[in-house]
């Protein structure tokens, strides 16, 4: 997308505007509030529907409709009309939006869907570059950068997915963890009922056979719930509505058991030594870092495969070397480790007494349902709550704090009224049930198995289900930050290079080693440069101001060119230019006008020598160039078109106001003679205020340009090249007799000789003058490209006078 | 990463989560933990925005 014709109306501090930049480079100058971003701003509101500027950090307060208008303006009155070219169509299109409805986009409908790519590309905000964003990419920590650059590329929906896909991986981390916890339970409650400590099959169909033995069952080889009770029938009560009081019995005696002296020790010492060792870790902040390096370390011993990889940072490292040094740490962390383990074991004991309790405990709540025990049921659900909570806590890693203290365990591990909530239910269920005989309690306990099986059955297919499901979760993160990495790698690197590219160009033999860094780090973007061979630092540690903005150009421009290509061809470079030199800047200029063909460049400056080079090196033709000045809150800026003084000065003359054409004729060749001296480096009588006269000027230009076209002759001859030597005699003749003739009539642009009201100057006198001024300009600049002649200059040696095409070139060498 | 030329209509570059995107459904696609078909809903889920962890987590348990 070119820029063709821009009009701007009632918007950010311009009443009226209307600029024709027909698809080239534009430049409009001016001082610090004279309306030149409003223009860049109405540039950007057009393409997005929003100002970048009005976003972001401090700008709460800021509102589009009612601060986008100019003052005393409404959304209504502010609208940005453009006539723009579009890939893929050969005519020009117009587009419109209003302030009143800044997310419509005014359009031929027959265009919408060519003009969605380049709005789309837009809104990620790659078409313009201001002075704020230059700091944010270069000095800004890695965060800001990372911030600013993941918008520029639309990094950002990658960050977002990143934590969506690491969510989704740890909620199905817990969907596992806790279908592992209930097995566990499950588990223990088995194991309990049937008085074993850990889950074995074998003891448990033991236990199984010896109960149907008993109600003359055969024995069953295989453990499954739905074989328990395979070929006995026994005629009973059905156990929801019934209780077997010896079952009971034990159960009660359980939980007794808790409350015995010796196993409150036992329990409260193994709190009491999680306790102390977990606030020796906690106190010391190193043995802190220990365990968790620790932890760190025993994990990347796990997960390391055949090709010695690390796993944490993916370097390679010689076979065998990576598990040797993982070891020698674990080694060195020896103490760290007793403690871990210890932790581990201590946690890995108690898991089991909770799990054990919760079994039996679930078993007695079913009792007191039954017995309609409704006060004894809500303590011991109460109970079983803090268990199951007490239980996560150890489950989830996160052992005993001070909540857990031995008292607030002690608690928690029996309720005060323990001893006659456990004989109310006994007694309640002797009341009411008789004792049971040997065949029912048989049939009783297959009964409570069976349905616990059923449970431990369920539980497997749960678990190993969860655990499909959490790794297809792994291997979706694992696999996305894999491709994200290697995709931002490769797009770095192809940034960085072009960056590095660029920048030499700018800075020639004095960065001919230069080179950087570009890469991913974490959530942000890392960017490092070389200081002169002397290895890589933040780009503000050691290179100039100055340096660090051509910098930032340089990686706006890498970026930029990346990925707008093909559809906005459009760049903003929003007065960019602070504390880079002169030299610098016509070397940026020549970047622009070389490295970026087809681009158009929009570019807006305070700074005058900027301005004139920008046109000097042909980045900016004379007809696009216009400058802003006495900026009115009623008028916005006054507009002075710098572009092509001929045409204004015609306009002038065709007035008859001929003091007014000769003020411009002489502002716009003090303007002019400047860049030509600038670009020849041509000898002026220095002046301290800067002030610098056209007489100064046009002697400087004219005596530079003899002097090399006198040693370009001389090269000639040195090269016996007579055909070129005629050219520069022809050359000279011409430019001989311009020189004369401006000698002659200068003295017209005098600003005395119009003050003077005797002067009686007409427009026949005049128009000469305009029209030998014209020539002499015509001599200083190619005919074909438009720069202006500039000197080649090779370390000391001046080598050649040249235009940018190579139209106009004198060889200065002699053989 | 590019411009993408078809026919005589420009489409917009793609953006860098959409080549991240294409590059992991390839590699899961050589997962055999990942059937065609789960890694078909996961791309459709991918070309309507930014996916949804609820969605993808009904995915995954399926």
Redesign the interface.
Known sequence: MKLLELEIHNFRGIRNLSIKPDGENFLIYGPNGSGKSAVVDAIDFLLTGQISRMKGRGTKDVNLKKHGPHVDYSAKDALIKATIKI??LEESVEIKRSLDSPTKLVCKESIR??I??VL??ASRGQHVLTRREILNYVTADSGTRGKQIQTL???T??E??RN??V??KN??KN?YQGAKSSLNTISATINSNIGIQNFDEGKILEFVNINRNLLNGTPIKELKSNKLKDEIKYQTIPSNIRINIQLLKNDLDKLQNIKTNKNSKKIGNIIRELYEITLKINSHHKSDDAYAHLKLTRLGLDLLDADGKCPLCDTSWQTGNLKEHLENKIELLKGAAENLDRITELSENLVLKVNHLIGTLNEIIKSTEILGLTEEQGILEVWLQDLNMFLSTLEEDKYPDLEFESKVVEILFAPVSLEVVLDNIYSSACENFKEPSEEQTAWDNLTRLEENLKNYEKSIIDCK??F??Y???E??LS??L???N???NN?FAEIKDRFVELYKEIHGIDETEFDALLISEGVGVDFKVDFHGRGVNSPNALHSEGHQDTMGICLYLALAE??????IDLIILDDVMMSVDAPHRREICKLLANFFKGRQFFITTHDQTWARQLQSEGVIQSRNRIEFSNWTIEDGPSLNILGDIWDVIDVDLGGNDIPAAAAKLRRGSEEYFSQVCASLHAPVRFKFNGQYELGDLLNGAMSEYRSQLKHAKSAARSWENFEELERLKRIEEHSKGVFERINLERWAVNPAVHFNENNDFTLQDFKPVVNTFRELFSIFQCSKCGTFLHLVINGPKVEAVKCDCGKVTWNLKDK | MGVNIIGKSLKVPKTVLEDVWLDTLSKLRDNPNFNSELVEKIESMTKVGLINSDDIIVLLKD
């Open positions: 890939h893929g869907d060519k969605q790519p789309e590309l590329l639309k990094i929906d990658v977002k997915t969506i896909l969510k989704v909620m199905l969907n289900k969860s499909e499901s790794e297809k979760g291997i979706l696999t996305f894999e491709s994200k290697l995709i931002l797009l990346r990925l707008i290509q093909g559809f």
